[in-house]
């Protein structure tokens, strides 16, 4: 049985409070307070729920309905405040998409601030979702008296590792995020040329995403030059550096300074920052005496939010559906438990409860979706108690197998005019905006209400098709394409059920001098009247690049020729592969638009000025072992 309160408040509004900061700035920011029958203020201190948003303060859908009017009704005063340089706020030219030097700052001094109004009773929470959650982290390193609770959910806590690089590529994602926040950055507003260079850049973003690598005052986003200076430094600097360490981009790095509160950290196996949530977890709830909470579900970076049992493709059940029903049930119950002191028993719950995918019937549902199923598990720890390591190794006639192989290299073609396509994934924010139709006024239908992703957000079956970026008739499943090598295992004697994260090691040489190492895991389910393909479900990816592949502190090209191991981290996942499935690996060197494109020329990132093909070969011997090491549930 769901958690809730009957609504108990009607609901009064102060908009556009200008919070002063320490240097003076002033953020905007709307107080909603509970209200008597006559519409006046309830008299009293209440406790406080606080977000901070970059997508405006007064978006019905992100902020007022599930955040505002929901607490509000239950007995909190709650807060909601555009981030500095964004909507109605202060700090024009100061907003640098993530990478906000002064947001831990800010937010604590916003909670300063609350504490010391007459209707607050001095206890803050906070919540908010992706960017929403990032400043909820950086505000607990500043560790303000009054902030007593979080529930941080899908946040990156490292904008190097998973959000705007991964494995030493570019992340492409991010490349589409900025032209959402460019559109409505205030210093834009007013000006229609610069609005229209922002508008047809994201009407054009698959085009946009081949025309790489930009340079200053040469891509659309020239007209918001702070925004622009982001995507040159997600673009061009794949070290490790003191930009990428501050706090507000790096916060694993400052978790040693996280206020000791209870915190909930979650996020969903198809959203990019899964292994940020989960690390979030692990190392709090080790230095933390404070109650820390992790949940996993089979959602991607908006999925529990938006709610329904199926992503993109496929199907996970009813155990699945959340959405605010859910999600805000269960904030409150945290919530009322340290904000009001309410006995909602929180301290029972195990402090991990995650989404085991699979063991569905791998039928179509009445909405056409792949029936892949899953269950909630819970669980005292993360990785869950009773996963053991399991090395998988590549082997002779593309075997998966437990044994060690012994055969001979198998060598590709990378072609960086023709990459593998990306087919769904872990992405986020990686959006376009259809174009309006010829004779309808754009001023009637909002940008929002014109959004539709570029990358799919979450699982599909792995086969080009004509909707895709990259994608070019006929259309081949990509286990047929040459330039992917497919590792699977016999079908499944019994089910296996793996929890974890997941290390790839493969041996590779190459032609070039630069190159990339991609590793996807696959559930394989076999051939059927309805799926005569079986069906080819990604589960995670991820990718290494060479000039890296020893660390981030400096680059070191390859030898051609010799061969190198490529550690490959891949995010976190919870799946059951049912008997008669197939564990599968591909391993390729590229995943466009999920990933740039490595042109193999060694030049510096970013700057390159031509295009080679490489020939890449996978050693799997004895001495170079390739292997994926799996965390296998025991019993």
């Known amino acids: 049985m769901l958690y809730d309160r ?20 002033r953020l905007a920011t709307d107080v909603y307070r509970p209200a008597l029958p006559d519409g006046s203020a309830t008299p009293g201190r209440f406790p406080v729920i606080l977000t901070r948003t970059s997508y405006d303060k007064s978006n019905p859908v992100m902020q007022v309905e599930p955040v505002a009017r929901f607490f509000t009704k239950r007995g909190y005063v709650t807060v909601v405040q555009d981030l500095r340089g964004r909507g109605k706020s202060e700090g024009h030219g100061q907003y640098f998409h993530v990478a906000n030097v002064r947001e831990g700052l800010d937010g604590a001094d916003t909670i300063a601030w609350i504490a010391a109004q007459p209707w607050s009773d001095g206890r803050v ?60 950055v205030p210093e834009i507003q007013g000006d229609a040329e610069a609005k229209r260079r922002i508008e047809e850049g994201v009407e054009n973003m698959r085009t946009l995403l081949t025309q790489g690598p930009w340079k200053t005052g040469e891509s659309p986003l020239t007209v918001v030059p702070n925004l622009e200076q982001i995507l040159m430094r997600y673009q061009n600097n794949g070290i490790k550096d003191a930009w990428w360490m501050q706090e507000v981009l790096e916060h694993k790095a400052y978790f040693d300074r996280f206020a000791d509160i209870p915190c909930v950290v979650s996020s969903g196996w198809f959203d990019p920052f899964s292994a940020d949530v989960a690390g979030q977890y692990v190392t709090l709830s080790k230095r933390l005496k404070s109650p820390q909470r992790l949940i996993l579900g089979p959602w991607g970076h908006a999925g529990m939010r938006a709610g329904g049992t199926a992503s993109i493709e496929v199907d996970f059940g009813g155990g699945a559906d959340w959405g605010y029903r859910v999600f805000n049930s269960e904030r409150l119950r945290w919530f009322d438990r340290w904000l009001k002191d309410m006995p909602t028993r929180v301290e029972d719950d195990a402090p991990v409860h995650y989404f085991e995918m699979g063991g569905g019937s791998g039928k179509r549902t009445r909405r056409g979706h792949f029936a892949h199923g899953g269950i909630w598990r819970d669980d005292t720890a993360w990785p869950p108690t009773g996963m053991m390591p399991t090395p998988y190794y590549l082997a002779a006639n593309r075997v998966l197998s437990t044994t060690p192989a012994d055969a001979s290299p198998i060598a590709w073609t990378h072609d960086p005019d023709h990459p593998v396509p990306t087919v769904g994934g872990a992405v986020a924010g990686f959006l376009e905006w259809v174009k309006v139709p010829e004779g309808m006024d754009a001023a009637y239908i909002s940008p929002r209400a014109r959004m539709r992703t570029v990358v799919p957000d979450g699982p599909m079956h792995q086969k080009e098709r004509p909707d895709l970026v990259g994608c070019r008739a006929p259309y081949p499943l990509l286990a047929d394409r040459p330039d992917v090598l497919v590792f699977q295992t016999e079908p499944l004697r019994e089910d296996v059920a793996i929890a974890g994260p997941i ?133």
């Open 6 to 25: 009957a609504p108990e408040n009607g609901i009064v509004v102060a908009e556009d409070v200008m919070v002063p900061m320490a240097d003076g700035v």
């Open 503 to 635: 290390e790839a090691r493969i041996w590779v040489a190459s032609s070039a001098v630069d190159t990339d190492v991609t590793v996807k895991l696959l559930d394989v389910a076999p051939p059927t009247e309805t799926e005569p393909e079986g069906f080819h479900m990604l589960l995670c990816d991820s990718i290494r690049r060479a000039r890296f592949r020893n660390g981030y502190d400096k680059e070191e090209l390859l030898k051609p020729g010799e061969v190198v191991e490529f550690v490959v981290e891949l995010p976190p996942v919870a799946n059951r592969f049912k008997k008669g499935h197939r564990i599968r690996v591909d391993i390729a060197s590229s995943n466009f638009p999920r990933f740039d494109i490595n042109p193999g020329t060694g030049e510096p990132l970013g700057r390159h000025t031509k295009k080679i093909k490489a020939t890449n070969t996978l050693h799997i011997d004895k001495t170079h072992p390739s292997r994926i090491v799996l965390p296998v549930m025991k019993g």
């Open 125 to 184: 929470g906070m919540v908010g979702s992706s960017h929403s959650g990032i400043v909820q982290n950086v505000a607990a390193f500043h560790r303000p008296p009054a902030l007593k609770a979080l529930w941080v959910d899908v946040c990156p806590t490292s904008a190097f590792d998973w959000e705007a690089r991964t494995g030493g590529a570019q992340a492409l994602q991010m490349f589409a995020a900025l032209f959402l926040h460019g559109w409505d």
